[in-house]
């Protein structure tokens, strides 16, 4: 039986490490620590919750599994489970997560030296999509060459940029946002749906436990409990990194006060805190950065959507990268605003569906248990993230008066009593037909 040593472990915990460090960890945790202010550790701790706890789990469940999205949605059955997933995808490509890339490498390299215009933007979309393109269509060793030269200096920049937060602030810690006075670990949990990271995890945990499996793993247990390991491995250093933006972000108010979104917030602190060159070099790592980003969710929607469409590979990616184009035209203030609504309804599900997952050795069946509680979780969860899109009026009265709507969790109670009924009525049915099948023999 295979068993790997120290280094192979601490090498697998990096690898994960860096399939979850993209653009959006980078850019979201300024923008709430700043908001969240002499609130701070209350909200960060939410934020952990939701940006680095939820996907350590969902790797977790996906190990136990043995498997992919396809496994954990099984008692689902098959529509249900592949709607959920064409879901993720479509989030974690397309509409969201990819165009993110390339406005958030924009607002970094080229917006303060061009300008936040529109111009500047579509110049530069162009030219990035084009590249991730070329790279989608024609990997070879490029990307995996490009990915191991970026990641350690990703780190070695993120360190010096952290080190220089608890070091060096711009100022003290400002005042609390009126958003984050009134519960800021609730508020600082929804903010950690930004990262996408539980969704990213859906699709990155198969590649974690195929990792494993190369290098020799082949029994379950050691298969989950190496999962685990590189989880906790990236989830601390995903912690480190969120605290100290954290930080930077709460200290920032005097220079900073007026930024719209994190980016801007961390280009205006680099640039008191280092200048021009240090501008310049974090620039050119988040823009490489947020390439290999681009082209990894690229090609994994692209192999997804092909598998499940009678459509090439492609034709997937270029249709995908240039519905990506279009979207990272709106803007990144814009494409955060849009994107909130969306999340906050899909976010809920994606909790549930580990959550069930985890607990499965509790059911007498799965599909009993599974199939009521997603369903009010769809429900509700949609209602959630119609008010999160301030349309309160497509929403029945009785769903906002729930407890925490207000606060876009207006999901929670009606599931956790869905979830009571089911665990009783899988029992009661399950001991039942263990009577029947008793007294027939």
Known sequence: MTRLKGLDLLALGFMTFALFLGAGNIIFPPSAGMAAGQSIWFAAAGFLLTGVGLPLLTVVALARVGGGMDRLTAPLGRVAGTALAVAVYLAIGPLFATPRTAVVSFEMGVAPFTGNSDVPLFVYTVVFFAATLFLVLNPGQLVNRVGKFITPVLLAALLVLGGAAIFAPAGEIGVTAVSYRNGPLLKGFLEGYLTMDTLGALVFGIVIATAIRDRGVSEPALVTRYSMIA???????????????????????????????????????????????????????????????????????????????????????????????????????????????????????????????????????????????????????????????????????????????????????????????????????????????????
């Open 231 to 441: 989880g906790a491995i990236a989830a601390a250093g995903l912690s480190l990194v969120y605290l100290a933006l954290f930080y930077l972000g709460a200290t920032s108010q005097g220079i900073a006060g007026d930024a719209q979104n994190g980016v801007q917030i961390l280009t205006t602190y680099v640039q008191h805190t280092f200048g021009t060159t240090g501008s310049l070099l974090l620039a050119v790592v988040i823009t490489l950065a947020c390439l290999t980003t681009a082209v990894g969710l690229t090609t994994a929607c692209g192999e997804f959507f092909s598998g499940l469409l009678p459509i090439s590979y492609r034709t997937v990616v270029m249709v995908f990268t240039l519905f990506s184009l279009a979207v990272a035209n709106q803007g990144l203030t814009q494409l955060i605003s849009v994107s909130v609504p969306v999340l906050v309804g899909l976010y809920p599900l994606a909790i549930m569906l580990v959550a069930l997952s985890l607990l499965d050795r509790f059911w007498v069946s799965p599909s009993r248990v599974f199939i009521p509680v997603m369903a009010v979780t769809l429900v509700f969860g949609i209602a959630d993230g119609l008010s999160a899109a301030g349309l309160t009026e497509w929403v029945p009265a009785l769903f906002t008066a729930l407890p925490l709507a207000a606060e876009s969790m207006g999901w929670l109670v009606p599931v956790l009593v869905t979830l009571a009924v089911a665990v009783i009525l899988d029992r009661l049915l399950g001991n039942a037909h263990a009577e029947k099948s008793s007294s027939a023999s």
